[in-house]
């Protein structure tokens, strides 16, 4: 199981430990390093920012969020920060939902998921395969526009500049069973969501064939206590749960119901959407918080990350706020 350190997004501003943490991360072995974007900072920007001042660890946005680029757009950023870092980039896309969809971006949310991504996913590998202009007659995602509200004068391109890889590798944020198989089936690799190595039927029965890659991410956190170190989990969670979607249809709060946990998940949801965010936090189970984490003292962390060895993860990607926390994983992990 290999290593990756995941950096997610900025809040306020930029974080001035982040370019320290991926070299220590790249020096102490980690695979990857991974950034984010919700609706402030972009993911690409920072890769590149970390591109320059590290040599060999692999850059992967977790996740890039469809919306908030066209696909050619998205795959001119890839083949773009690929080409300046030698070939290093893991370009990991996710749909979002429809509060930032929509209420972010102000374009509809598509309602048909699945076929969405797939033609994003499509415009994609023939953009980065360069065999020929790049036509995509989708629902969603046509090129070139033929559209009522067109001129129709929009002609088939492909890209001037040479992508560096033809296989890119493209990962999908994918949270119920059937985006699970469709990402089994036209990715490279999965991002899945509030991983937990003791409930993998949550996500339904797809294997992965030989090379895929399955990389969820997990707040890491060496310390002695346990309740204290699960609290910037349980603060993620509460937001994620009450907050990133509507009180009808939030997918967060879905995967914790399908996780066992369907009564909580309501109550968070009522509780932050009343403003009452402290008690929401405070009412996420330790329970969940615990076994989608790795936290604790050493000795615990390394019982707890053999079940993740035993599972089909193939890349852990540590949310590690610190370099202590960073070495004794890479300690455990060797």
């Not at 790249?26 to 001042?53: C, H, K, M, N, Q």
């Not at 009452?276 to 615990?300: M, N, Q, T």
Request: hydrophobic share 45%.
């Amino acid at each position: 199981m290999r290593l990756g350190l995941a950096l997610g997004y900025w809040g306020r501003g930029p974080s001035a430990d982040h370019v320290p943490l991926a070299q220590e991360a790249e020096r102490l072995g980690y695979d990857s390093v991974w950034t984010a974007e919700s609706w402030g900072s972009d993911a690409f920007t920072p890769l590149t920012w970390i591109a320059a001042r590290t040599s060999t660890i692999k850059l992967g946005t977790a996740v890039a969020q469809m919306a908030a680029r066209s696909p050619t757009t998205t795959a001119m950023h890839a083949l773009t920060l690929d080409h300046l870092s030698g070939g290093r980039v893991l370009l990991g896309l996710g749909l979002s939902g429809p509060q930032v969809v929509e209420g972010w971006y102000g374009r509809p949310f598509p309602k048909s998921p699945l076929t969405a991504t797939r033609e994003y996913v499509e415009v994609v590998r023939q953009v980065l395969r360069r065999e020929a202009p790049v036509e995509v007659a989708g629902r969603f995602h046509a090129h070139p526009y033929r559209g009522a509200d067109g001129t129709g004068l929009g002609k088939a391109l492909k890209s001037i500049t040479h992508p560096l890889r033809s296989d890119l590798p493209v990962l999908l944020g994918a949270e119920g069973p059937k985006n699970v198989a469709q990402t089994a089936e036209i990715a490279d690799g999965w991002l899945p969501l509030y991983w937990s190595p003791s409930r993998p039927e949550v996500y339904g029965t797809t294997t992965f064939r030989d090379g895929f890659l399955v990389a969820p991410m997990a707040q890491v956190k060496v310390c002695d206590n346990v309740a204290e170190g699960l609290l910037p989990v349980k603060m993620m969670l509460g937001f994620y749960i009450g907050g990133m979607g509507h009180a009808a249809r939030n997918f967060h709060a879905d995967l914790m119901a399908r996780m066992g946990y369907e009564e909580e998940a309501r109550r968070i949801q009522e509780l932050f959407l009343a403003g009452r965010r402290e008690e929401a936090v405070l009412a996420v189970p330790d329970a969940f918080a615990d076994e989608i984490s790795l936290v604790g003292p050493r000795e615990r962390i390394a019982e707890r990350l053999e079940l993740w060895r035993k599972g089909p993860v193939t890349d852990l990607l540590a949310l590690a706020p610190d370099a202590h926390t960073l070495r004794v994983l890479a300690e455990l992990n060797s």
